[in-house]
């Protein structure tokens, strides 16, 4: 469920330097050791911005569904194709799965994936800078 509640400016700068962490992180990795750590650290930068994104607009998401509902809350904007928002979802899944029931993700599905998968983040950052001017 997403909520209204006031700007949190200090906790947007909080994450965006858990952001630009995980980011150094993912630089330093070896992609086809690690797939399923790689994709974990992509969907946390993901949900990360996201959150960021709604925290300047004054938005939270609660409760079980919380980050299955961030990620629908960018379908809002125009920026995301439904592919994309599919993408995400995906990305979501398979990383609760790894986390949840020991299924690793696939370095093919990452593989195939990372290209597009790094045009969201680029978007979502580009939501975030307009979001803070």
Excluded: H
């Excluded at 858990?18 to 399923?36: A, S, T």
């Amino acid at each position: 469920m997403i909520i209204k509640r006031g700007s949190d400016k200090e906790k947007v700068k909080s994450i965006i330097k858990m952001i630009k962490d995980r980011e150094d992180f993912l630089k330093n990795i070896d992609i086809k050791k690690f797939p399923g750590i790689f994709s974990e650290n992509f969907y946390e930068i993901i949900k990360e911005l996201a959150t960021t994104i709604l925290l300047v607009e004054g938005f939270k998401s609660v409760g079980e569904n919380a980050y299955r509902d961030l990620i629908n809350f960018l379908s809002r904007y125009k920026e995301f194709t439904d592919e994309e928002i599919f993408l995400m979802n995906d990305l979501r899944i398979r990383r609760n799965q790894r986390l949840y029931e020991g299924k690793d993700i696939n370095l093919d599905y990452l593989l195939n994936k990372k290209d597009r998968l790094k045009k969201i983040v680029q978007k979502l950052k580009k939501i975030l800078k307009a979001g803070l001017k």
